[in-house]
């Protein structure tokens, strides 16, 4: 996976509403800063970056590797070589060059949560569930948007049947996911990463995120998009289906059967919350 373009749980009218509440503020503290965000053009870097990702695509594999080192050799602390070599050493079975490069990555990087992310990733393809678990935890501890994260994490709990800390880690996803000044949050943190290369707007979203956001500044913009889009989110409807089946498998059923009516109320085609209900109800009467 590289740079974790997993389906990130979110969607794209509730991404333009906080990038509109980000520039807005941003607007407002300093109206001059918006001119200076340099256009994104292809640097040095960027264009090795993108020869690597060719000779992938061409199978040459050792002649990306060495384009990922070289940016290394200069940059040791460019994430996207970081998280592009440790992929490209565990797609051709060096898993422990992967990890390697991931450890030594920690080693100096403001942005953490993505080689957490990463390791988590490695172990639970290699089948190293409770290192996977271990990483997942700590990725979530400063990631923007832990949503795909607690999902991935569910997953684990589920795998080894830890039917409490599966809930734990679902409903934790879902009080994130209906809180649009954490959304506003992410998507700051998020622009950290982006702008990581720019002092003045770092500057500004430090100070930001320091000061925080109060519920007039987010009522200022139409909020009710986000809460029209929460009605029907079938993403949501998943999570609730999953902690319905936590609590069914720790024979907690009416808290299962209440989440699986939530799952419905949120998408009422849901066939497989349709299924899990009346199969548990049904269960409940005998």
Same mark, same amino acid.
């Given at each position: 996976?590289?740079?974790?373009?997993?389906?990130?749980?979110?969607?794209?009218?509730?991404?333009?509403?906080?990038?509109?509440?980000?520039?807005?503020?941003?607007?407002?503290?300093?109206? !001059?800063?918006?001119?200076?965000?340099?256009?994104?053009?292809?640097?040095?870097?960027? !264009?090795?970056?993108?020869?690597?990702?060719?000779?992938?695509?061409?199978?040459?594999?050792?002649?990306?590797?060495?384009?990922?080192?070289?940016?290394?050799?200069?940059?040791?602390?460019?994430? !996207?070589?970081?998280?592009?070599?440790?992929?490209?050493?565990?797609?051709?079975?060096?898993?422990?060059?992967?990890?390697?490069?991931?450890?030594?990555?920690?080693?100096?990087?403001?942005?953490?949560?993505?080689?957490?992310?990463?390791?988590?990733?490695?172990?639970?393809?290699?089948?190293?569930?409770?290192?996977?678990?271990?990483?997942?935890?700590?990725?979530?501890?400063?990631?923007?948007?832990?949503?795909?994260?607690?999902?991935?994490?569910?997953?684990?709990?589920?795998?080894?049947?830890?039917?409490?800390?599966?809930?734990?880690?679902?409903?934790?996803?879902?009080?994130?996911?209906?809180?649009?000044?954490?959304?506003?949050?992410?998507?700051?943190?998020?622009?950290?990463?982006?702008?990581?290369?720019?002092?003045?707007?770092?500057?500004?979203?430090?100070?930001?995120?320091?000061?925080?956001?109060?519920?007039?500044?987010?009522?200022?913009?139409?909020?009710?998009?986000?809460?029209?889009?929460?009605?029907?989110?079938?993403?949501?409807?998943?999570?609730?289906?999953?902690?319905?089946?936590?609590?069914?498998?720790?024979?907690?059923?009416?808290?299962?059967?209440?989440?699986?009516?939530?799952?419905?109320?949120?998408?009422?085609?849901?066939?497989?919350?349709?299924?899990?209900?009346?199969?548990?109800?049904?269960?409940?009467?005998?």
């Amino acid at each position: 996976m590289q740079l974790k373009q997993r389906n990130i749980i979110t969607y794209s009218i509730i991404g333009f509403l906080v990038l509109l509440i980000f520039f807005g503020i941003i607007s407002k503290i300093n109206p !001059e800063l918006i001119s200076k965000i340099p256009l994104q053009k292809k640097n040095e870097i960027n !264009e090795t970056l993108s020869k690597a990702d060719i000779d992938i695509l061409n199978k040459k594999y050792n002649e990306a590797t060495q384009k990922y080192i070289t940016i290394l050799k200069t940059n040791p602390n460019n994430i !996207e070589s970081i998280i592009k070599l440790s992929t490209l050493y565990q797609n051709i079975g060096f898993t422990n060059k992967a990890i390697t490069i991931l450890n030594n990555g920690l080693k100096n990087t403001k942005f953490s949560y993505l080689i957490y992310e990463e390791l988590a990733h490695v172990y639970t393809v290699n089948e190293n569930p409770n290192k996977a678990i271990n990483y997942y935890n700590k990725s979530l501890e400063t990631e923007p948007y832990v949503i795909n994260t607690c999902l991935d994490l569910s997953q684990l709990y589920k795998n080894t049947q830890k039917w409490d800390s599966l809930i734990y880690v679902l409903q934790k996803a879902v009080r994130k996911r209906t809180d649009i000044k954490y959304f506003y949050l992410g998507a700051l943190k998020q622009n950290l990463f982006l702008y990581r290369n720019n002092p003045d707007l770092q500057h500004v979203i430090q100070n930001k995120l320091q000061n925080g956001i109060s519920k007039k500044e987010i009522n200022k913009f139409d909020v009710n998009i986000f809460y029209d889009c929460l009605k029907n989110d079938k993403d949501l409807a998943i999570i609730f289906n999953k902690i319905a089946f936590g609590y069914a498998s720790l024979g907690n059923y009416n808290k299962s059967i209440f989440y699986f009516k939530k799952a419905l109320q949120v998408w009422p085609e849901y066939m497989e919350a349709r299924y899990n209900l009346g199969y548990l109800q049904a269960r409940v009467v005998k």
